[in-house]
């Protein structure tokens, strides 16, 4: 090696959150919920420590999670990962793997997109869901297609919901079809073991408003990761 490189070394983790639910989906079977509690812990920390240091995550996903059996769920691929102002800041667009994608990144201007640190906190909404029910919760085939399912689920924006949001969305169409809220009965019905409190922490991360979504020091606070960890 020669004096002008370096080598990195990391610790081994066997694998990642996406082949642990592919297994769990392979068998039939579901993540225990005393997991889904202990890993939806450890990433809203891992995001805490990311957005205390300023630092944006940008592209959450089981493939980017890793899992280590004794230390549970760590938090890695920091390619796209940026540096955050106080202040909601013009960036890519094109950031977050698409169906982890929140709504101000697929209907925001391409040219000249707003967003903060809440792109990561609807990332690790759709992967706590994924962990609770085993499925993708927006597997949309394009941007649009992503958009009407969380529209399908959450119900379409309004004004009440998201102040501005047709002005903020500028690739919002009138035109667009328009869905009731569901209030996630759909995830409710494939894990009822969420229970209302873990029904409030996905509501409050899926907040279809950026504004509306907790920080990541409060959302892991939540009532619901107060559960006692698997022994």
Not at 139 to 151: E, H, L, V
Not at 179 to 191: E, G, S, V
Request: one cysteine or more.
């Amino acid at each position: 090696m020669g004096a002008d490189e370096c080598q990195l070394v990391f610790e081994y983790v066997p694998g990642d959150l996406y082949q642990v639910l592919r297994g769990h989906q392979l068998k039939g079977t579901q993540l225990p919920i005393e997991k889904v509690v202990q890993y939806s812990q450890d990433l809203l920390e891992g995001m805490h420590a990311c957005h205390q240091h300023r630092i944006i995550q940008r592209d959450l996903n089981p493939q980017n999670v890793l899992i280590h059996p004794v230390d549970g769920l760590k938090i890695c691929d920091f390619g796209l990962a940026r540096i955050a102002s106080v202040q909601a800041w013009n960036c890519t667009e094109g950031v977050t793997s698409l169906w982890y994608r929140g709504p101000e990144l697929l209907l925001g201007h391409p040219r000249n997109p707003k967003y903060g640190p809440a792109v990561d906190i609807w990332s690790s909404g759709c992967i706590v869901v994924e962990m609770a029910t085993g499925c993708p919760c927006f597997p949309g085939d394009c941007g649009i297609g992503t958009m009407f399912k969380i529209m399908q689920m959450l119900g379409s924006p309004t004004e009440t919901a998201w102040p501005g949001f047709q002005e903020t969305l500028t690739q919002w169409r009138p035109s667009f079809p328009k869905w009731p809220p569901t209030d996630l009965r759909a995830i409710r019905d494939k894990r009822p073991e969420l229970g209302d409190a873990g029904m409030d922490l996905v509501a409050q991360l899926l907040a279809m408003s950026p504004a509306a979504r907790p920080s990541a020091r409060r959302a892991r606070a939540h009532a619901f990761l107060a559960r006692p960890a698997p022994a």
